[in-house]
C-alpha cells in the first residue's frame, strides 16, 4: 500500500491523458468554483489572449461586463470600445494590472504619460493602442484618462467574476516614478528615452507580490467578486534579455503560472484556469500554435472555450450559443480566412517587430 | 438709370422674422389654409406645418426698402419655406453602384435656385434649428466638450463625461451639412451669385422664460432641460464649424446682430419670439447688418 494507490485517476498522466483527444481531456478536475451562465458576469483584463476570452464569451451568451461605452455623442467608428470590459487595452503585465487597480481605487493619484503624434493627436502612454483615435488636446487626452479610471471601478459593482491573464514579465517602467508601461514607449507612441524608461524584467517575487496585492485591493473593496487567473501561452516576440526568445519566454511563462498557483492557493477567492496548459501542454502536440510556433490557432481557442464551458459552467457544446459562428455557417462552410479574422486579436507585441 | 440690385431672401423658420421686419401684413397673402392653432409657438409661426409656400413670395419695391433701410435702387424678394412645402430637405445624397455619394437637389429646391438665376445676392436663413434639440433637451448622459474654434476655452467641468473635439465636429457635421451642400449646389448651379448666410439666433439662457417651446415641447417636460453652460458651447461650436465649411467656398456668413446677445452670450428676451426665433425687432437688426454688408 501507497499513498498513490488512494489518488483519483487525473492524477496520473497516462490516465488523465490516456487515448483521449484534446478536447476530451479533463484538464481541470478540481476546480474551485463553477460558474453560471445566467447569473455570473464576467470581466477580464490582460495579456492579447485575453481578448478571446472576452469574445467568446460574448459570442457563447456569458455575461459580459463592460463598463466604459461609448456616449451616444461618439463616433461609431471603432476606438477601443467593447475589447475588454473597460477602455485599457492590453495589460501585460501584473505590475501594470496593480497600479491600474491602485488609481481607480483612489490608492495612487492618477498616472499622466502623454505623448503627440505626428498628426498633431494625443495619446495615453499607459494605454497606446486602447484608443486608436487618440485625442484632439492633452486636456481632453486627461480628462478622458480620469474617466477611465473611475469606469475601471466601476466594472466590479456589476462583475463578480475577474478575470485575468497574465502575459508577461519583461516591462518598461519610468524611471522617476517606476510605474509600468504596456509598451516600450517609442514603439506604438511617443519617443524612447534611456533617462525616462528603463527596462525590467520582473522577478518571481516582484510578480508574486504585484499579483498578491492586486487581489486584495479587488478584495477589499468587493469581497463577492471571484478572481480567475489564467496564464496566457503566447510566447514572447522579442526578448531583452541576452538569452534568446525561446529561454525567455519560457523563463516568463515559468514565473507567471508559479505565481498564478501560489496565490491561487493562498487565497481562497482565488482560482486558475488553465488555458495555458491545454495549448501549450505536451499533450496537444504543438497543434494549437500556429507556423510561427508563438500565436495560437483558432482551434485552440476553441479547444479552450469549449473547455470552460463545459468544466466551468456545465454548458456542453449543443447548448452553446455561438451567435457570430452561426453567422458564417448560415453562409456555408466558412472560410479559413474568415476564421482567422473572426479570431485576430490586437497583439500590441507585434510591433516589437516591425 | 442705375440698374436695380436684386436681392432673394430664402429660408426657413427663421425667415419669419426677416419678413415681418419688413412687411407685418405679409401673411395676407398667404396661401389658404386651414387655421388649427398650436399653442406650442407664438402667433408669428402659426400654422407653419400646415401652409405649402412653394411659388408664394413677398416682393418688397426698391422704394419701401430706401423709406425703410436707407437703401437704393435694390429689388428685394423674399421666398420663406413653410413646413408643409416638402423642402425639408434641400438636397438628397445617395450611394452610386461604386459606393460614391451622390448629392441631388430636390425638386422643390431646384424649383427655387431657378428662380434666383438673375439674382445678384441670395440671402440665406435655411435650417438652423438642427441641432437646438441636442442644445436644449437633456436626454444623454452628462457631458462636456472644449468648445470648438475657442482659442480659450473654460476647461472641462470635472463632474462630466469628457467628449473630444473630434466626435463633437463629427457630430455637428451632420447638421451642418444640410446647409453646406445646398448653399454649394446655389453656387454651382449660378456661380455669379453671392450667397450671405445668417447665422441662427443664440439660445436662450433660461427656456422657461418662454412658453412657447416650438416642437421641443414634450420633449422638455420629458427629459428636462440641458444645463446652459453646455448649451451656448453647442451653439457656438455649430456656429463655428458651419462658418468654417461655407466660407470655404465663397459664401459670407453673418452672424447674430451684437445687439441680439446678452453679455454672457445668449439670446435677450426682448428678441426672442418663441424658443428658438427671434422677432421682428431682431429680423430688422439682421436687415441693418446686412444692408451694410451688401
Known amino acids: 500500500m501507497n499513498p498513490y494507490k488512494k489518488l483519483e485517476p487525473h492524477c496520473f498522466w497516462t490516465k488523465q491523458v490516456g487515448n483521449n483527444t484534446t478536447s476530451e481531456i479533463d484538464y481541470d478536475p478540481f476546480p474551485k468554483f463553477t460558474f453560471s451562465r445566467e447569473n455570473d458576469a464576467f470581466a477580464t483584463a490582460g495579456s492579447c489572449f485575453a481578448q478571446h476570452f472576452a469574445r467568446e464569451l460574448k459570442a457563447r451568451g456569458g455575461r459580459y461586463t463592460v463598463s466604459e461605452v461609448a456616449h451616444p455623442l461618439m463616433s461609431k467608428e471603432e476606438n477601443g470600445w467593447g475589447t475588454f470590459s473597460a477602455r485599457y487595452g492590453n495589460i501585460y503585465s501584473v505590475k501594470q494590472l496593480r497600479e491600474l487597480l491602485e488609481q481607480s481605487f483612489g490608492r495612487r493619484k492618477p498616472i499622466i504619460d502623454l505623448a503627440q503624434r505626428p498628426d498633431g493627436r494625443w495619446v495615453d502612454l499607459l494605454r497606446p493602442r486602447a484608443v486608436p483615435l487618440g485625442f484632439s488636446s492633452s486636456e481632453e487626452a486627461i480628462a478622458d484618462r480620469v474617466f477611465h479610471l473611475s469606469q475601471v471601478r466601476r466594472i466590479f459593482e456589476t462583475a463578480n467574476v475577474f478575470v485575468f491573464t497574465l502575459g508577461l514579465t519583461e516591462i518598461w517602467t519610468n524611471v522617476a516614478d517606476g510605474y509600468a508601461y504596456p509598451m516600450c514607449p517609442g514603439t506604438a507612441a511617443g519617443t524612447y528615452n534611456p533617462d525616462e524608461h528603463e527596462f525590467k524584467n520582473s522577478s518571481f517575487p516582484e510578480v508574486y507580490d504585484d499579483l498578491m496585492k492586486s487581489c486584495e485591493l479587488i478584495h477589499d473593496q468587493y469581497p463577492d467578486c471571484k478572481i480567475l487567473l489564467t496564464v496566457s501561452p503566447v510566447m514572447l516576440v522579442a526578448s531583452m534579455e541576452q538569452r534568446g526568445a525561446i529561454q ?4 516568463s511563462k515559468s514565473i507567471l503560472r508559479l505565481a498564478a498557483d501560489v496565490v491561487k492557493n493562498e487565497l481562497s477567492y482565488v482560482d486558475y484556469f488553465p488555458s495555458f496548459e491545454i495549448i501549450s501542454g505536451p499533450q496537444a502536440k504543438g497543434q494549437f500554435f500556429k507556423d510561427d510556433a508563438r500565436d495560437v490557432t483558432p482551434a485552440g481557442v476553441m479547444c479552450v472555450m469549449d473547455y470552460f464551458f463545459k468544466s466551468r459552467m456545465h454548458i456542453g457544446s449543443d447548448d452553446i450559443i455561438r451567435s457570430n459562428v452561426d453567422e458564417h455557417k448560415n453562409e456555408g462552410t466558412p472560410d479559413i480566412a474568415d476564421l482567422e479574422a473572426y479570431f485576430e486579436v490586437e497583439c500590441d507585441e507585434i510591433l516589437l517587430g516591425s | 438709370m442705375k440698374p436695380l440690385k436684386k436681392i432673394g431672401l430664402l429660408g426657413h ?19 389658404s389654409q386651414e387655421k388649427s392653432p398650436d399653442e406650442r409657438y407664438p402667433e408669428t409661426h402659426q400654422n407653419w406645418f400646415t401652409t405649402d409656400t412653394k411659388d408664394f413670395v413677398v416682393d418688397i419695391p426698391s422704394q419701401k426698402l430706401n423709406e425703410k433701410f436707407a437703401v437704393e435702387d435694390t429689388d428685394l424678394s423674399l421666398y420663406p419655406i413653410y413646413g408643409a ?17 451622390q448629392m441631388f437637389l430636390t425638386e422643390v429646391y431646384n424649383s427655387y435656385l431657378k428662380k434666383f438665376k438673375d439674382y445678384d445676392y441670395m440671402i440665406s436663413t435655411i435650417f438652423g434649428n438642427d441641432h437646438a434639440f441636442l442644445a436644449y433637451v437633456d436626454n444623454l448622459p452628462g457631458y462636456d466638450f472644449l468648445e470648438l474654434g475657442n482659442e480659450n476655452p473654460n476647461p472641462l467641468e470635472k463632474q462630466f463625461r469628457p467628449i473630444d473635439q473630434y466626435d463633437i465636429t463629427k457630430f455637428m457635421t451632420g447638421y451642418t451639412d444640410n446647409i453646406v451642400h445646398a448653399l454649394y449646389c446655389a453656387t454651382s448651379m449660378n456661380p455669379n451669385l453671392k450667397i450671405i448666410h445668417l447665422l441662427p439666433p443664440p439660445p436662450l439662457k433660461k427656456p422657461d422664460t418662454t412658453i412657447f417651446k416650438e416642437i421641443l415641447q414634450p420633449l422638455l417636460e420629458e427629459h428636462g432641460i440641458l444645463r446652459p453652460s453646455l448649451r451656448l458651447k453647442l451653439y457656438n461650436s455649430y456656429c ?25 452670450g445668449y439670446k435677450k428676451m426682448s428678441f426672442t419670439d418663441g424658443l428658438t426665433h427671434g422677432n421682428a425687432k431682431y429680423g430688422e437688426l439682421c436687415w441693418r447688418q446686412i444692408f451694410k454688408e451688401i
Open chain 1, 248 to 251: 525567455s519566454s519560457m523563463v
Open chain 2, 13 to 31: 423658420s427663421h425667415s419669419v422674422c426677416m419678413l415681418d421686419s419688413m412687411d407685418k401684413d405679409w401673411r395676407d397673402q398667404l396661401p
Open chain 2, 240 to 264: 463655428w464649424i458651419l462658418s468654417k465649411k461655407l466660407t470655404e467656398f465663397g459664401v459670407k456668413v453673418l452672424p447674430p446682430p451684437p445687439e441680439s446677445f446678452t453679455k454672457d
Open chain 2, 85 to 101: 412645402t416638402a423642402g425639408g430637405n434641400l438636397t438628397t445624397c445617395t450611394l452610386d453602384a461604386a459606393g460614391n455619394k
